[in-house]
Nanobody, 123 residues
Framework: QVQLVESGGGLVQAGGSLRLSCAASGRTFSSYVMAWFRQAPGKGREFVAGISWSGANTYYADSVKGRFTISRDNAKNTVYLQMNNLKPEDTAVYYC????????????????WGQGTQVTVSS
């Protein structure tokens, strides 16, 4: 069982930056793929970024490529999402997810989810 807790969300102006964190429980964190998804009001949950268990491989949605960076610290059981040059369309609840499979972009690829953290970008 893996428990995930996100933090770092908030209100920021367009062009600003935020760093989200996701703390995971369990001693096997380093063997899990980690990902970030987001869900805007009235829309489905969409993949944002994913990182392999070692951190060597990352994958991004086209909409955030070049602006967001996913990273992990296995010693701290934490995965991060650095978000730069934020846009109003980035406004959403951001969720951390994990599983033992490869980096998948569908929600069904992940068994474990956090409760989400709100990110609001004002224009």
């Amino acid at each position: 069982q893996v428990q995930l807790v996100e933090s770092g969300g908030g209100l920021v102006q367009a062009g600003g930056s935020l760093r989200l964190s996701c703390a995971a429980s369990g001693r096997t964190f380093s063997s899990y793929v980690m990902a970030w998804f987001r869900q805007a009001p009235g829309k489905g949950r969409e993949f944002v970024a994913g990182i392999s268990w070692s951190g060597a491989n990352t994958y991004y949605a086209d909409s955030v490529k070049g602006r967001f960076t996913i990273s992990r610290d296995n010693a701290k059981n934490t995965v991060y999402l650095q978000m730069n040059n934020l846009k109003p369309e980035d406004t959403a609840v951001y969720y951390c997810a994990s599983d033992r499979q490869g980096i998948l972009t569908g929600v069904r690829g992940y068994a474990y989810w956090g409760q989400g953290t709100q990110v609001t970008v004002s224009s």
